[in-house]
């Protein structure tokens, strides 16, 4: 199983596990966060990031999903990263942490790909005419 380790600003990461939750209807296993607060020192961030991954990973590999890239929480990341072992994507968003949930059995490769589709097809342009029909 893919163990999932979110790295975000400040209550982010925790509050799209809970949606999550909500929206599988169980409790998540093997999914931590990380928050980052705007006074905390990257390297111990790195730190509990590592404890996270250790507690997440069964074996499977981790992905880390960031909130936005070239920020602390992705810079971190990239630290951690190892090409199969440890993947990560940036952007996350509840599609894509549903996703990745849902497909946490499948080979790291396939769970990033999934999760990083979820993303992007979760991402929709709405408007009244696409999207609420006659009114």
């Known amino acids: 199983m893919v163990g999932i380790v979110l790295i975000t600003h400040g209550t982010l990461g925790e509050s799209l596990m809970r949606a999550a939750a909500h929206t599988l209807g169980k409790p998540l296993e093997h999914v931590e966060h990380v928050s980052v607060g705007a006074v905390d020192i990257p390297e111990l961030v ?3 990031v590592e404890r996270a991954m250790a507690r997440v990973d ?3 590999g981790v992905l880390i999903l960031t909130d936005m890239f070239g920020a602390t929480p992705a810079n971190v990341a990239s630290r951690v990263l190892q090409d ?9 968003n509840l599609p894509m942490l549903v996703r990745a949930i849902a497909h946490r059995d499948l080979p790291l490769a396939v769970v990033v790909e ?3 589709g979820g993303g992007t097809t979760g991402v929709v ?3 009244r005419d696409k999207c609420c029909g006659e009114r």
């Open 46 to 48: 790195l730190a509990r």
């Open 58 to 60: 069964d074996g499977g």
């Open 84 to 92: 199969g072992r440890v993947e990560g994507l940036s952007g996350a």
């Open 114 to 116: 999934k999760a990083q």
């Open 125 to 127: 342009y709405m408007n």
